[in-house]
C-alpha cells in the first residue's frame, strides 16, 4: 500500500495554493477544489513582512515573488499624523537569515499567478468550479461528494475556505465570523518613483497607509469604524473613499484626489475567526482564515496561512494509519494556534486603540508620544515573540 496520503484541499486561496505546493513536495497526492469558475483576486495588494517570505521560501516561491513585488528598502515604515507630519520611523526585521527583505509589497493577483504557477509546475492544477456537498467520515478515511456529484475518498480533507468557511461547519458545527467592528479601504495607483517606503498616517481613529506593490504601482490602505451590515454601493466606492479620509494630508493627497469612476478601489468588513482547538475533527481539518482569520493590523494573517501549509508538511506522517494522522494534527494546531492567537490579539488590540482615538485630540498626541518612545521597541518584540511564541 502506498504511504502517500491522499489529500482533499477545500479552496484555493492562498492557505489552500500552499498548502497544496507544501503537501505535493512531500509526496503526498493532493486534490484541490476552488468554488470560483473563474478565479477573481481582490484588487489591491498585500505586504508580506519577512516571517511570511521564509514560509515562502519554503514552498519554493520566495524567487519569484520576489521578483514580482516590490521590496522596502530597510524594511522602514514612516509613519506620520494625517496632516503628514512625522511621528517616527520604523524598521521591521529582515529575515533570520538576512537573506530575505524586511517587507514586501505585491499586487494580490500576482501573488496568486506566482503560487498557480508553481502548482502548475508540480502538475497540480486546481479544479475550478467545484465545491463539495457532503463529508462522510468513517474509520479509515472520508468520502467527499463533489458539486457535481462525483464521489472520491481521501484520508484527509483539508477546509482553506477562507473566513465562511463551509469545512468549519463540519469540525466545530456552527461558528459565525465575529465582524470587527472595521472597514477597510484599498485602491491602486501609479507609484510615483520616490515613493519607496511603507508608509502609515495615523488620523484620529482612523489610520491610511501607502505600500509600493511593484516598480510601477503602489495600493492605499485604510481602515475605519463601520458599523456591522453597513452596505454601500460598490460604483460609489471611490467618492466614498476618498470622503472617508477626506482629513487626511501628505503623501496620500494626491492619490485620494485621483479616485473616481475606474479607479481600482475595494471596500471589505473585517470580521475574526477564532475556532476553539483543536482544528481538526478526525481526517477533516482547518487551516488559514478558516481557523483563524484575524484583523488586517498587524499585516499577517496571509503570513500565518503560508506558515500553517509549512508546518504541515513538516508535521504529516509518511502513512496512512490513523492514530499516527491524530497525533500529527494535534501537534500541528498545538504548534500554530498560539502563534495565530498572538497576531489576532495583537491586531485587535492595534485596531481598538485606535478606536479609542476619536474625538480625542488628547488621545491622539498622548499616542504620537509613546509611539516615538515604543514604536520600534514593540515590533522588535513582536517578531522575537511571533519566532518563538512563549
Ligand atoms: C482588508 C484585509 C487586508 C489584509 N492585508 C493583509 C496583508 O497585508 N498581509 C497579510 O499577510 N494578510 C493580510 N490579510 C489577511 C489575508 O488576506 C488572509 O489571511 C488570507 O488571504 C487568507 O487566505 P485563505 O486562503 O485562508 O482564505 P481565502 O483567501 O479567503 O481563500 C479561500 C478560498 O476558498 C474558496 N472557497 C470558499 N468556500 C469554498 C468551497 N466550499 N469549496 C471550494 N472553494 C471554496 C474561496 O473562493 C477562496 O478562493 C488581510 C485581510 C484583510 C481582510
Known amino acids: 500500500m502506498s504511504s502517500a496520503l491522499r489529500i482533499l484541499i477545500v479552496g484555493a486561496g492562498i492557505a489552500g495554493c500552499c498548502t497544496a505546493a507544501a503537501l505535493a513536495g512531500r509526496g503526498h497526492r493532493v486534490t484541490l477544489i476552488e468554488k470560483q469558475a473563474v478565479w477573481r483576486f481582490q484588487s489591491s495588494g498585500i505586504f508580506v513582512y519577512s516571517n511570511g517570505l521564509e514560509s515562502l521560501r519554503d514552498v519554493g516561491v520566495a524567487d519569484a515573488v520576489l521578483a514580482t513585488g516590490f521590496a522596502v ?52 492544477a486546481p479544479r475550478l468550479d467545484t465545491a463539495f456537498t457532503h463529508l462522510d467520515e468513517h474509520a479509515d478515511g472520508v468520502t467527499v461528494t463533489f458539486s457535481d456529484g462525483r464521489q472520491e475518498a481521501f484520508d484527509l480533507v483539508i477546509g482553506a475556505d477562507g473566513v465562511r468557511s463551509q469545512v468549519r461547519v463540519h469540525v466545530c458545527g456552527d461558528l459565525p465570523p465575529r465582524y470587527s467592528g472595521f472597514g477597510v479601504w484599498r485602491s491602486v495607483h501609479r507609484r510615483p518613483p520616490e515613493l519607496r517606503d511603507k508608509v502609515m498616517l495615523m488620523g484620529p481613529g482612523k489610520r491610511l497607509g501607502i505600500m509600493p506593490i ?84 498587524m499585516g499577517q494573517g496571509g503570513a500565518m496561512a503560508v506558515a500553517d501549509a509549512v508546518e504541515l508538511a513538516r508535521q504529516l506522517p509518511a502513512t496512512r494509519d490513523a492514530s499516527a494522522l491524530e497525533t500529527a494534527l494535534v501537534r500541528w494546531s498545538a504548534l500554530r494556534q498560539p502563534v495565530c492567537r498572538l497576531v489576532q490579539d495583537a491586531s485587535r488590540a492595534v485596531g481598538e486603540a485606535g478606536a479609542r482615538e476619536l474625538n480625542d485630540p488628547q488621545a491622539c498626541l498622548q499616542r504620537d508620544r509613546a509611539m516615538r518612545e515604543n514604536a520600534q521597541r514593540q515590533v522588535d518584540t513582536f517578531f522575537a515573540q511571533l519566532r518563538q511564541p512563549a
Open 73 to 124: 528598502d530597510q524594511g522602514r515604515n514612516r509613519y506620520l499624523d494625517h496632516l503628514g507630519q512625522p511621528i517616527v520611523d520604523v524598521f521591521y526585521p529582515r529575515s533570520v537569515d538576512d537573506q530575505l527583505p524586511a517587507i514586501l509589497g505585491i499586487k494580490r493577483a500576482e501573488l496568486h499567478r506566482v503560487l498557480v504557477q508553481h502548482l502548475d509546475s508540480l502538475g497540480l
Open 214 to 297: 511593484s516598480e510601477d504601482h503602489l495600493y492605499l490602505f485604510g481602515t475605519v469604524r463601520q458599523p456591522e451590515g453597513h452596505w454601500m454601493d460598490p460604483a460609489r466606492w471611490p467618492a466614498l473613499m476618498r470622503e472617508s479620509f477626506a482629513e487626511f494630508q501628505g503623501p496620500v493627497r494626491p492619490f485620494l484626489d485621483e479616485l473616481g469612476d475606474g479607479s481600482e478601489v475595494l471596500y471589505t468588513a473585517v470580521e475574526e475567526v477564532i475556532a476553539p482547538l483543536p482544528w481538526h475533527r478526525g481526517r477533516v481539518l482547518l487551516i488559514g482564515d478558516a481557523a483563524h482569520a484575524s484583523t488586517p493590523f
